[in-house]
């Protein structure tokens, strides 16, 4: 969806997009690594132990120290101050920073700070992949956790209250919208962020790394690019020479590429396989014992292939080959990668 130049209405805020705004994923390339049986044992309860999954948070948030480190990842010449500020702002200016004691979302600024550094459910992962150099990579998929859907939600009642209920089609414009694109900012910030702190404290707790020193790559699908005017909804951006990552499933992994710049793909790529049966289906329709041996097939440890993780299975996600195929007009595949861990919530 391309925005109109004058950015003055947004149809749909923030539904649109979903809830999971700014939702991507981020591949780290670790070098060479080594690892057996214990070690992944030792990475898995690391993983388990740091980075909350599911509807869980942290005890508490992220140190101003932590945050500046991980800041220096994205931007070195980014301030942490001005970053807080703004997440305060947001926090004030969408009610949840628990001024408001009439407010349902009493405590929620606190609650934003202390999902930093959490992963999600879903389709959300921590995946360890081997490249066909041998290099192992680090990759994340997580989002803005329940501050896209904080934001999401004081934006569509603001349309309803401004225009009514139009069954789907309501719209903000001039201030309204100006404020949703600056939430959509931040949230999107946010999203970034979210993924550095987790890479961040896998980086340096685990494998005794820097993550502003190594290779990165990332992909976000679920966002406004502000410099193009896209809404990507299910895409990433692909211009060209931008370097891409695209996942498959927990069993066949990703790819990292480039982008071709592609107008007649609106210069995107599809952000990942897509599904080809609901959660649902793949719950009544996938033995637990077919989702196990896929699994050990691939030559993935996971100690997450469990029924309540079905719905994630390989075979949920359409064809890999297919979709390398036809992504050929719009990104040059430079390497596969294949996972060798894998995490999910349960």
């Not at 997009?17 to 992944?40: M, P, S």
């Not at 004030?92 to 999902?115: E, H, L, P, V, Y």
């Not at 309803?160 to 910030?189: F, P, S, T």
Request: charged share 25%.
């Amino acid at each position: 969806m391309v925005i109109s130049r004058v950015i003055l209405r947004i149809c749909k805020p923030s539904i649109s997009l979903e809830n999971d705004i700014g939702c991507g994923v981020l591949a780290i390339n670790l070098g060479e690594q080594v690892f057996k049986t214990r070690k992944f044992k030792q990475f898995d309860e690391f993983v388990h132990q740091m980075v909350p999954s599911g509807f869980n948070v942290n005890q508490i948030g992220p140190s101003e120290e932590e945050m500046k480190q991980v800041l220096k990842s994205i931007d070195e010449n980014a301030k942490l101050k001005s970053l807080l500020k703004n997440f305060k702002q947001m926090a004030t200016d969408i009610g949840i920073d628990g001024k408001n004691n009439k407010n349902k979302n009493q405590g929620k600024n606190d609650f934003m700070m202390r999902s930093l550094g959490t992963l999600g459910g879903g389709n959300h992962f921590i995946e360890l992949d081997l490249d066909d150099q041998g290099k192992t990579w680090l990759v994340i998929h997580t989002g803005s956790r329940n501050l896209g859907l904080q934001v999401a939600k004081f934006h569509q009642a603001k349309a309803v209250k401004a225009v009514g209920d139009m069954g789907g089609r309501e719209y903000l414009e001039g201030e309204n919208a100006k404020l949703y694109y600056r939430h959509m900012k931040i949230a999107q910030y946010y999203a970034k962020f979210q993924r550095r702190i987790i890479a961040h404290r896998i980086l340096e707790g685990f494998f005794g790394l820097s993550l502003a020193e190594q290779e990165i790559v990332e992909s976000v699908h679920n966002y406004i690019n502000f410099e193009d005017r896209i809404i990507r909804k299910g895409a990433i951006s692909a211009r060209e020479g931008e370097r891409v990552v695209i996942p498959f499933n927990m069993a066949a992994g990703l790819i990292i590429g480039t982008g071709k710049g592609n107008p007649d793909w609106n210069n995107s790529a599809p952000h990942g396989a897509g599904r080809v049966m609901s959660r649902n289906q793949a719950r009544k329709r996938i033995p637990l014992e077919k989702f196990q041996k896929a699994m050990k097939e691939a030559g993935v440890w996971s100690s997450c292939v469990v029924k309540s993780v079905i719905d994630e299975a390989p075979q949920v996600y359409k064809n890999v080959n297919e979709i390398m195929r036809y992504i050929k007009p719009t990104v040059n595949i430079d390497l596969v990668l294949k996972p060798i861990y894998n995490f999910k919530a349960k």
